[in-house]
C-alpha cells in the first residue's frame, strides 16, 4: 500500500456547467475554482480529471470506532464532505450533520436526524439562531453549527449511560503536503490571517469556530466534568491520506485512509498563550452577553438527568423495602 499526493483539482471554465451523474458519479468534475459547491449533495466522490476517490480503508472505520452513525466535521481541502459522503453511500453509515443544531429544522416534523433509535427525539439545546436579529448568515451558521457538536455530545452522554456505543465525530483537519497550516493563531486570532502567496489562510471561519467549541466541550471547567470526558471519547482528529491498494477481485483503486491526530490543543503551550489573548479582548467587548447561554442549558439538561436517575433509585428503593419476596 502507497500513499499518493493528490494534484489540486483543475479548474474548470465559469461557464461550463457541472459534469456529474447521480447514476454514474465518476462523471462528476470537480467544480471547486468557479464558486459552485464541489461536493453537491448525492455524489459520493471527490475528483478531479485525474483522480477518483470514493472508497474509505476499513482501518479508518476501526481507528475512529465508526461502524453505524458518525458525524463528519473539517475543512473542506482535508476532504471532509467527501468523506461524509463515502461513509454515507458506500459504508451505508447513518451521518448526523449541522442541521442537528439548527433550532428551525428541530421544531419541524422530525426527520431521522432527529430520532433516537426507540423513536424519541435526540434532546437538543438552542443555539439562538432562530430568535437571531442583524446576524450575517456566516454567524448564524456558525451558531447552528457548534450546537450540533454540543447536542451530539449531549446524546453520546445519554447513550454511555445506557451502556450504548458513542457516535464518533470525526474532525479532518489535515491531510498530506497541508498548504494551509492550522496553527493556534489560524485558532484563536481574531485578526484576519492570510498564508504565503496572498491566498487565504483557512477557508472556513466555521471551522475555527467548531474547533473552538470542542475544545470549551473538553477542557471549560464551567461544563459539568462529565460532559467534559464524554466530549474527548466522542471527538476524533484526522490526517487525511490517499493511498493506492491492490484487492482481490477489485483491483488497483485509491481509497481514504484516516490517522488519527492529536487535538490541535494538545501539548501545545502556544495554543494557551493564545488563548489568553482572545479572552482578554473579548473581555473589552461592550456588547451585550448573548441571550442564550449554551452551557447554562448544558449543566441543566444534566442536572435533570441526575435527578431523575436519583427519582428512579428511590423508586426502586421503596418498591423493595415493601417487597415480601426481596
Same mark, same amino acid.
Given at each position: ?54 472508497? *474509505? ?8 470506532? *465508526? ?26 453509515? $447513518? ?20 430520532? $433516537? ?88 471561519? *466555521? ?5 473552538? $467549541? ?46 488519527? *491526530? ?65
Amino acid at each position: 500500500m502507497s500513499v499518493l499526493n493528490i494534484p489540486t483539482p483543475i479548474p474548470t471554465p465559469s461557464n461550463t456547467p457541472p459534469l456529474f451523474d447521480l447514476e454514474s458519479p465518476e462523471a462528476y468534475v470537480d467544480q471547486a475554482s468557479n464558486g459552485l459547491d464541489p461536493y453537491p449533495r448525492g455524489i459520493g466522490v471527490y475528483s478531479t480529471k485525474q483522480t477518483i476517490i470514493n472508497k *474509505i480503508t476499513s482501518r479508518s472505520l476501526a481507528k475512529c470506532g *465508526i461502524t453505524e452513525e458518525a458525524m463528519v466535521y473539517g475543512f473542506e481541502h482535508c476532504y471532509y464532505k467527501n468523506i461524509g459522503k463515502v461513509l454515507e453511500n458506500r459504508c451505508q453509515v $447513518r451521518l448526523y450533520d449541522c442541521q442537528l443544531g439548527d433550532d428551525i429544522c428541530f421544531l419541524n416534523p422530525p426527520g431521522v436526524s432527529f430520532l $433516537r433509535k426507540n423513536g424519541d427525539r435526540l434532546h437538543q439545546i438552542s443555539s439562538g439562531a432562530a430568535s437571531a436579529t442583524k446576524k450575517s448568515k456566516d454567524q448564524v451558521t456558525r451558531r447552528v453549527c457548534k450546537t450540533a457538536l454540543v447536542n451530539l455530545v449531549l446524546e453520546n452522554f445519554q447513550r454511555s449511560k445506557e451502556g450504548n456505543p458513542l457516535v464518533p465525530i470525526v474532525f479532518c483537519i489535515d491531510k498530506d503536503n497541508n498548504e494551509y497550516e492550522l496553527t493556534s493563531e489560524a485558532l484563536l486570532s481574531k485578526a484576519y490571517r492570510t498564508r504565503p502567496h496572498g491566498a487565504r489562510a483557512l477557508k472556513s471561519t *466555521i471551522t475555527v469556530s467548531e474547533l473552538r $467549541r470542542a475544545y470549551k466541550l473538553c477542557t471549560d471547567p464551567r461544563v459539568d466534568p462529565i460532559i467534559r470526558e464524554i466530549a474527548k471519547k466522542t471527538l476524533i482528529f484526522v490526517k487525511v491520506t490517499v493511498v493506492e491498494r491492490t484487492l482481490p477481485k477489485v483491483g488497483t483503486h485509491l481509497a481514504y485512509d484516516l490517522v488519527t *491526530i492529536a487535538a490541535p490543543w494538545e501539548n501545545n503551550p502556544v495554543f494557551d498563550q493564545e488563548l489568553l489573548i482572545r479572552q482578554a479582548e473579548s473581555a473589552k467587548k461592550t456588547t451585550p452577553r448573548k441571550a442564550y447561554d449554551w452551557r447554562a442549558q448544558v449543566n441543566e439538561f444534566v442536572g435533570r438527568s441526575k435527578l431523575k436517575e436519583v427519582e428512579v433509585a428511590d423508586d426502586k428503593s421503596t418498591f423493595c423495602s415493601s417487597c415480601v419476596v426481596c
